[in-house]
């Protein structure tokens, strides 16, 4: 594979990607996931690789990981 020697932010146009965590190159037809960061105060989507969304992922909380999936949180015998 000849390497590219530009990079192109655009998904649809990119040969690769780079990973907003760790600074890894995905290349064509590789999965990516997009996760919220803020950067310089305002909150964004950020292209992360698998390895970088698996990892972020596990260090949510279970509230935070229901609040995603649409889940609401029940106490048994709560009233």
């Given at each position: 594979?000849k ?10 146009n990119?040969p690769y990607?780079?990973c907003s965590e760790?600074g890894?190159e995905?290349?064509?037809?590789s999965v990516m ?15 992360i690789c ?7 992922f596990s260090?949510l909380?279970p509230?935070e990981?229901?609040?995603?999936v649409g ?6 015998g709560?009233s």
């Amino acid at each position: 594979m000849k390497p590219n020697l530009f990079y192109d932010p655009d998904p649809m146009n990119a040969p690769y990607m780079l990973c907003s965590e760790c600074g890894g190159e995905c290349y064509e037809m590789s999965v990516m996931y997009t996760w919220a960061k803020k950067r310089r105060g305002v909150w964004e989507d950020a292209p992360i690789c698998v390895s970088c969304f698996e990892e972020l992922f596990s260090e949510l909380s279970p509230d935070e990981k229901a609040e995603l999936v649409g889940s609401r949180k029940i106490i048994v015998g709560g009233s």
